[in-house]
């Protein structure tokens, strides 16, 4: 007896990468492309009528985000499981996505045998993350205090990212330069990086400085 095809919902706001995806779908066998939708709140009524098994969501759209709707069909649609398919991956997305209910977490550049697989397993209710997603939560559960920075580093922090200068930032917080650098080696330790650079980029993919 052949089994029914996997139902998908495709979430993106880039119509090229909607009809793109519904093309590679809709062309191999074992799935059906139901709907599709160019924000999160489209996307949850959607869901809502159609009932896909896997909706394919990304994360960063205008008229509505993919974390709030994710949100909104773990709760409304439980059945429903989510694989975000993004270009994005910080911190500061995939968490939020995974906590708000995704099953799992894609990068855009997957090839499309992986894309396949994901899919299957999502709709099966396994948990699937690409690779580098999955380093980076070990590493984030792993050493979770190497993200926790002092109110006061992070002061520095903000004024690094602007640029400004160790002798400059001491006397902007009324401390001395050698203060400025000591916290700086803190917070080098800390996010496990080397210069100033670094340790900007860093806490923004972290989310630290917002």
């Known amino acids: 007896m052949t089994e029914p095809p996997i139902t998908l919902l495709i979430v993106d706001d880039h119509p090229v990468v909607r009809h793109g995806l519904h093309g590679i779908f809709a ?27 896997v909706v394919l969501m990304d994360l960063r759209m205008p008229g509505g985000g993919g974390v709030e709707a994710i949100r909104d ?3 409304r649609n439980p059945r429903c499981k989510v694989l975000v398919l993004t270009t994005y991956d910080t911190d500061s997305d995939t968490i939020p996505a995974i906590e708000a209910g995704a099953t799992g977490y894609l990068l855009k550049d997957a090839p499309r045998d992986e894309l396949f697989t994901a899919v299957r397993a999502a709709a099966a209710g396994r948990t699937v993350l690409s690779p580098a997603i999955a380093a980076r939560l070990v590493s984030r559960v792993r050493s979770p205090a190497t993200t926790t920075l002092t109110a006061r580093e992070r002061e520095i922090l903000r004024l690094v990212a602007k640029g400004t200068p160790n002798r400059e930032v001491a006397a902007i917080l009324f401390i001395s330069e050698a203060t400025v650098k000591s916290h700086l080696t803190h917070i080098y330790a800390k996010l496990n990086v080397n210069d100033r650079a670094a340790a900007v980029a860093t806490a923004y993919d972290r989310g630290i400085l917002g």
Do not use: I, N, Y
Request: glycine share 10%; aromatic share 4%.
């Open 73 to 75: 069909l773990s709760r």
């Open 27 to 53: 062309s191999a066998a074992g799935f059906e492309v139901l709907g599709e939708a160019a924000d999160g709140v489209t996307a949850v009524a959607l869901a809502a009528r159609l009932d896909p098994d």
